[in-house]
């Protein structure tokens, strides 16, 4: 019994024991869970950890955005090394480009013509490729280098500024997202926003911070008794008169006034060790072999020929005296013969003080190729139609740029003042285009208008009065307005005929439309605000727009309404870097979608939000995110059919969208490019010639050719004929070249893209001048291929029939004969790289696609004009005489395509369309 007993103890002691040692491995199991998994860290703990991480970075890459002083966005590539010192490059969408270098005391900017265009179209040539010290803030759109810092940078998100601590960022988490396949967070304190990475260590993958980006009214005082007056030079001998007069302005460029604390959003990085040693190296060499380098204002200089003429019998002798701002840079003795001249150029130099402009009165009436352009039909034009060249544009404070850009906008805006025009009426009309170009280039706004009323001709005036809206308009530009006019650009550059700053009178109406932007050809009225602050400004923007919208005499009839919001990349609202996704629950949230409950319907029909979400790397990219009141007001579901809808949308309403996407015809750039989750839609025209879902419509049969036909370059005929096909060809070679270096530079903005765009440029404008440089340059050598070589080749004796133009460019064939047996010949002409392309049929074929080189197309065509033939009698008498001979079997379809050559016409090939079944009347 004692035995068992003690046996029966020492069990129960070692079950104890490992009861205890299970209890122990349990705890340590605990502990062991606790330290391995640790709370996820909160946004103050996130913001501070980055920050931290930030301070110790031996510089800083930025690639983002920021807004100039009139409200232009810039993008922008730069190294910041700790010590301030400072390489990179700015560019803008219109080819702009610059580059910069920074050491600490001094900044050098070397920027391309059209960087200066925008800040001084009048002496662009002389500034481009050349290096400029300290340009004002204005120029660079940077709020000073030393902001960037990685300790400055950190100070800014600290909320330590110039005048110690503040009190810190309330940090709270905004969002998830992912950098180049890394999760990372979305932080935001209603001001500032942040992108972190998600897990340690802890790393700034994206800044955005907030500026002011209205521009400041500069200080111009009243100009001194030195330097105004007008200054006459009079020559007599005899009979002899020989005078020069002149007037203008010089207008300073460095040291403007500029926004406070201009904002950035951007991608942000450490460089390597060899990565900031290269960008000191580059601002050493630039620096070192710039020493001479002057600031902007003494860099712009008013030049001027002099041309002195003696329209007397005898000698006129004298002296030639010119005086600027206070200078005499020219007073120079002259003998000019009877009827005869003297040439004299005049330089002065820009004294006026930073910010301020003063005018200036030359001694003479001249021409100045270096400054007007090698254009003197041009000047004498103007002078033919009143306008007084040496006397300044608008007021005593307007830039005096006499540029040849500043002269084709001023012809683009007079082409009815002719010698029947009344005098009052030509004084108003001169005085007031004027005013306005002066008014665009003070306001920092001539680039987009030039490209509207200029490159495009895409400007539309319907009413007298509208020049008087239009001086009005642009004496004081928002940034709204700016906004509205880059994209009233863009749209005339895409072929739309466009109505801005004056209101709309539709032909054969007395009622009057008047908003931020018509788009006459997209048939819509835009009303855009653009907003810098915080999320009430985007709610209260979209409710004055919409409202803007709802009232009297603001929409034409049948027009969409369009309610645009276009954020600031520097915008304080969160808003301002979200994605699709993100931004249609937060309107939802904001309750937008009450205005799709209005008693007579939505009060809109499209809303578009402009964002800035950091693409795959981070970098902030420029997004139009489109709904309408249908997608606001659904339950959250499957949203791919909003987003193909979406970019069908800005197919046709995004011209920059369209061109990164789509070549000019509609074909995909990228067959496997998605957005938002979402394969680009393949596209399609409708019958008012806008772009529709392929997918949309049934398709009609498809095209079918016979075999190819090489007609070969050697039976073009005549030397005349072959010297104009060469011509065009060179011309398509050109015009692709200037489209592919602006691709590139706007795929990889750096120098040598820059100088390969540079040099596109300019040899387009030595051969096509200021033609816009769209699709119908390719198009005409299909075109003219056809008629001076294919046709007259292959189809002896054909008659050429002019047909009707039509209003939008579609509902018409490209040419059409009448051959020698009576049959007549239709011929699709197509450049080399151009395809048959689909449409939305008419009559029967309504309800599906139909293809070029098909009998769907052709009964397509030929029900648009019966539907013109009301107003256009010679549609329907066409339409009549084609109905006929496709009925009776007398109808041929081909296709004539050009041959790629490069800058030599290269033959095309000749194919018949099969547009009728084997035993139809009239064909085998």
């Given at each position: 019994m004692a035995e068992a007993l003690v046996r029966l103890v020492n069990s129960r002691r070692r079950y104890w024991r490992w009861g205890v040692l299970a209890l122990v491995m349990v705890l340590v199991g605990g502990l062991l869970t606790f330290v391995l998994r640790p709370r996820e860290k909160t946004p103050p703990q996130l913001a501070a950890a980055a920050t931290k991480s930030l301070r110790a970075w031996r510089g800083v890459t930025y690639a983002g955005t920021t807004v100039d002083g009139n409200g232009v966005i810039i993008g922008f590539r730069l190294t910041v090394a700790r010590d301030g010192t400072a390489y990179g490059t700015l560019s803008r969408d219109s080819g702009a480009f610059a580059e910069l270098a920074v050491r600490p005391g001094r900044t050098l900017l070397r920027g391309n013509g059209r960087w200066w265009f925008e800040h001084e179209p009048g002496s662009a040539d002389v500034l481009a490729k050349t290096w400029v010290a300290d340009p004002p803030q204005s120029v660079t759109g940077l709020d000073g280098l030393s902001r960037m810092t990685p300790a400055a940078l950190a100070d800014a998100l600290t909320g330590k500024g110039a005048d110690g601590p503040s009190e810190p960022p309330a940090w709270r988490q905004g969002g998830i997202t992912s950098v180049n396949g890394r999760p990372a967070k979305l932080l935001t304190n209603g001001t500032l926003r942040i992108l972190v990475t998600a897990s340690a260590p802890y790393r700034l993958l994206s800044v955005g911070l907030p500026g002011d980006a209205e521009p400041q009214e500069p200080a111009t005082p009243e100009?001194?008794?030195?330097?105004?007056?007008?200054?006459?030079?009079?020559?007599?001998?005899?009979?002899?008169?020989?005078?020069?007069?002149?007037?203008?302005?010089?207008?300073?460029?460095?040291?403007?006034?500029?926004?406070?604390?201009?904002g950035l959003s951007s991608a942000v990085s450490e460089p390597d060790k060899a990565g900031v040693e290269s960008t000191t190296e580059a601002v050493r060499r630039v620096d070192a072999s710039n020493e001479q380098a002057e600031p902007l204002s003494r860099r712009v200089a008013a030049q001027t020929d002099v041309t002195v003429t003696n329209q007397g019998t005898t000698a006129a002798s004298g002296t030639v005296i010119v005086t600027v701002a206070g200078q005499t840079p020219l007073n120079t003795a002259v003998s000019v013969p009877p009827e005869g001249s003297r040439t004299l150029t005049a330089t002065a130099t820009n004294t006026a003080p930073p910010g301020q402009t003063i005018p200036v009165t030359w001694s003479a009436v001249f021409y100045a190729p270096d400054v007007m352009g090698n254009d003197p039909a041009l000047v004498r034009r103007l002078m033919g139609r009143g306008f007084q060249l040496n006397e300044p544009l608008g007021d005593q404070r307007a830039n005096d740029s006499k540029?040849?850009?500043?002269?084709?906008?001023?012809?683009?805006?007079?082409?009815?003042?002719?010698?029947?025009?009344?005098?009052?009426?030509?004084?108003?009309?001169?005085?007031?285009?004027?005013?306005?170009?002066?008014?665009?280039?003070?306001?920092?706004?001539?680039?987009?208008?030039?490209?509207?009323?200029?490159?495009?001709?895409?400007?539309?005036?319907?009413?007298?009065?509208?020049?008087?809206?239009?001086?009005?308009?642009?004496?004081r530009l928002t940034i709204s307005d700016r906004r509205t006019l880059e994209h009233a650009s863009d749209l005339a550059r895409a072929g739309n005929k466009i109505v801005w700053g004056t209101t709309y009178t539709p032909v054969g109406s007395t009622d009057g439309y008047k908003a931020d932007l018509q788009n006459l050809t997209g048939k819509q009225t835009i009303q855009l605000k653009a907003v810098s602050g915080g999320t009430d400004a985007v709610v209260d923007d979209f409710a004055k727009a919409v409202g803007e919208l709802s009232g009297d005499g603001v929409v034409p009839p049948g027009f969409e309404k369009v309610a645009w919001i276009d954020i600031d990349p520097n915008a304080s609202t969160a808003l301002a870097g979200s994605d699709r996704q993100a931004l249609v629950k937060e309107l939802k949230k904001l309750k937008l979608d009450t205005y799709c409950r209005g008693t007579n319907g939505p009060?809109?029909?499209?809303?578009?939000?402009?964002?800035?979400?950091?693409?795959?790397?981070?970098?902030?990219?420029?997004?139009?995110?489109?709904?309408?009141?249908?997608?606001?007001?659904?339950?959250?579901?499957?949203?791919r059919k909003h987003i193909q809808d979406e970019m069908v949308w800005k197919a046709n309403n995004d011209p920059v969208w369209f061109s990164g996407n789509y070549d000019s015809i509609g074909r995909r750039l990228n067959k496997a490019a998605t957005e938002n989750g979402v394969g680009l839609p393949q596209l399609a025209r409708d019958n008012e010639n806008h772009w529709i879902s392929k997918s949309k419509l049934p398709l009609a049969p498809?095209?079918?050719?016979?075999?190819?036909?090489?007609?070969?370059?050697?039976?073009?005929?005549?030397?005349?004929?072959?010297?104009?096909?060469?011509?065009?060809?060179?011309?398509?070679?050109?015009?692709?070249?200037?489209?592919?270096?602006?691709?590139?530079?706007?795929?990889?903005?750096?120098?040598?893209?820059?100088?390969?765009?540079?040099?596109?440029?300019?040899?387009?404008?030595?051969?096509?001048?200021?033609?816009?440089?769209?699709?119908?340059?390719?198009?005409?050598?299909?075109?003219?291929?056809?008629?001076?070589?294919?046709?007259?080749?292959?189809?002896?004796?054909?008659?050429?029939?002019?047909?009707?133009?039509?209003?939008?460019?579609?509902?018409?064939?490209?040419?059409?004969?009448?051959?020698?047996?009576?049959?007549?010949?239709?011929?699709?002409?197509?450049?080399?790289?151009?395809?048959?392309?689909?449409?939305?049929?008419?009559?029967?074929?309504?309800?599906?696609?139909?293809?070029?080189?098909?009998?769907?197309?052709?009964?397509?065509?030929?029900?648009?004009?019966?539907?013109?033939?009301?107003?256009?009698?010679?549609?329907g008498k066409l339409a009549h005489d084609l109905k006929e001979a496709l009925d009776h079997g007398k109808l041929r379809y081909v296709l004539v395509k050009a041959k790629d050559g490069g800058s030599s016409y290269a033959g095309a090939t000749l194919q018949e369309c099969v547009i009728y079944q084997p035993g139809a009347a009239g064909r085998p």
């Amino acid at each position: 019994m004692a035995e068992a007993l003690v046996r029966l103890v020492n069990s129960r002691r070692r079950y104890w024991r490992w009861g205890v040692l299970a209890l122990v491995m349990v705890l340590v199991g605990g502990l062991l869970t606790f330290v391995l998994r640790p709370r996820e860290k909160t946004p103050p703990q996130l913001a501070a950890a980055a920050t931290k991480s930030l301070r110790a970075w031996r510089g800083v890459t930025y690639a983002g955005t920021t807004v100039d002083g009139n409200g232009v966005i810039i993008g922008f590539r730069l190294t910041v090394a700790r010590d301030g010192t400072a390489y990179g490059t700015l560019s803008r969408d219109s080819g702009a480009f610059a580059e910069l270098a920074v050491r600490p005391g001094r900044t050098l900017l070397r920027g391309n013509g059209r960087w200066w265009f925008e800040h001084e179209p009048g002496s662009a040539d002389v500034l481009a490729k050349t290096w400029v010290a300290d340009p004002p803030q204005s120029v660079t759109g940077l709020d000073g280098l030393s902001r960037m810092t990685p300790a400055a940078l950190a100070d800014a998100l600290t909320g330590k500024g110039a005048d110690g601590p503040s009190e810190p960022p309330a940090w709270r988490q905004g969002g998830i997202t992912s950098v180049n396949g890394r999760p990372a967070k979305l932080l935001t304190n209603g001001t500032l926003r942040i992108l972190v990475t998600a897990s340690a260590p802890y790393r700034l993958l994206s800044v955005g911070l907030p500026g002011d980006a209205e521009p400041q009214e500069p200080a111009t005082p009243e100009p001194t008794p030195d330097s105004s007056g007008a200054r006459t030079a009079a020559f007599r001998s005899g009979p002899s008169d020989a005078a020069v007069r002149a007037a203008g302005h010089v207008r300073a460029a460095a040291g403007e006034p500029a926004p406070a604390d201009s904002g950035l959003s951007s991608a942000v990085s450490e460089p390597d060790k060899a990565g900031v040693e290269s960008t000191t190296e580059a601002v050493r060499r630039v620096d070192a072999s710039n020493e001479q380098a002057e600031p902007l204002s003494r860099r712009v200089a008013a030049q001027t020929d002099v041309t002195v003429t003696n329209q007397g019998t005898t000698a006129a002798s004298g002296t030639v005296i010119v005086t600027v701002a206070g200078q005499t840079p020219l007073n120079t003795a002259v003998s000019v013969p009877p009827e005869g001249s003297r040439t004299l150029t005049a330089t002065a130099t820009n004294t006026a003080p930073p910010g301020q402009t003063i005018p200036v009165t030359w001694s003479a009436v001249f021409y100045a190729p270096d400054v007007m352009g090698n254009d003197p039909a041009l000047v004498r034009r103007l002078m033919g139609r009143g306008f007084q060249l040496n006397e300044p544009l608008g007021d005593q404070r307007a830039n005096d740029s006499k540029s040849r850009p500043v002269l084709q906008l001023l012809d683009a805006m007079t082409p009815d003042i002719g010698p029947r025009t009344s005098p009052q009426l030509r004084k108003d009309r001169i005085d007031k285009v004027g005013r306005t170009v002066a008014n665009l280039v003070q306001q920092g706004a001539f680039e987009p208008f030039y490209d509207l009323a200029v490159n495009t001709d895409g400007l539309q005036i319907t009413a007298v009065t509208g020049f008087a809206e239009l001086e009005a308009r642009t004496a004081r530009l928002t940034i709204s307005d700016r906004r509205t006019l880059e994209h009233a650009s863009d749209l005339a550059r895409a072929g739309n005929k466009i109505v801005w700053g004056t209101t709309y009178t539709p032909v054969g109406s007395t009622d009057g439309y008047k908003a931020d932007l018509q788009n006459l050809t997209g048939k819509q009225t835009i009303q855009l605000k653009a907003v810098s602050g915080g999320t009430d400004a985007v709610v209260d923007d979209f409710a004055k727009a919409v409202g803007e919208l709802s009232g009297d005499g603001v929409v034409p009839p049948g027009f969409e309404k369009v309610a645009w919001i276009d954020i600031d990349p520097n915008a304080s609202t969160a808003l301002a870097g979200s994605d699709r996704q993100a931004l249609v629950k937060e309107l939802k949230k904001l309750k937008l979608d009450t205005y799709c409950r209005g008693t007579n319907g939505p009060a809109f029909d499209t809303a578009v939000f402009t964002t800035y979400p950091p693409g795959p790397d981070g970098t902030p990219r420029r997004t139009n995110n489109v709904f309408t009141c249908r997608e606001l007001l659904s339950s959250p579901v499957d949203h791919r059919k909003h987003i193909q809808d979406e970019m069908v949308w800005k197919a046709n309403n995004d011209p920059v969208w369209f061109s990164g996407n789509y070549d000019s015809i509609g074909r995909r750039l990228n067959k496997a490019a998605t957005e938002n989750g979402v394969g680009l839609p393949q596209l399609a025209r409708d019958n008012e010639n806008h772009w529709i879902s392929k997918s949309k419509l049934p398709l009609a049969p498809g095209v079918k050719l016979s075999p190819a036909k090489f007609v070969g370059p050697g039976s073009v005929g005549d030397r005349k004929r072959s010297g104009l096909l060469d011509r065009i060809a060179d011309h398509r070679k050109t015009s692709m070249e200037l489209t592919n270096a602006e691709r590139k530079f706007r795929k990889t903005p750096d120098a040598a893209t820059e100088r390969n765009l540079d040099k596109a440029r300019q040899m387009y404008r030595k051969e096509l001048g200021v033609t816009p440089n769209n699709s119908s340059i390719a198009e005409r050598l299909g075109e003219s291929a056809a008629r001076y070589h294919v046709v007259p080749e292959e189809f002896r004796g054909a008659e050429w029939i002019p047909l009707p133009r039509t209003s939008n460019g579609a509902d018409m064939f490209d040419q059409l004969y009448r051959l020698k047996d009576g049959e007549l010949l239709v011929v699709e002409a197509k450049a080399p790289s151009g395809e048959l392309s689909w449409r939305q049929g008419k009559g029967r074929h309504k309800n599906r696609l139909v293809q070029q080189g098909t009998r769907e197309y052709v009964e397509t065509i030929i029900e648009a004009m019966w539907e013109r033939a009301t107003k256009s009698p010679r549609d329907g008498k066409l339409a009549h005489d084609l109905k006929e001979a496709l009925d009776h079997g007398k109808l041929r379809y081909v296709l004539v395509k050009a041959k790629d050559g490069g800058s030599s016409y290269a033959g095309a090939t000749l194919q018949e369309c099969v547009i009728y079944q084997p035993g139809a009347a009239g064909r085998p």
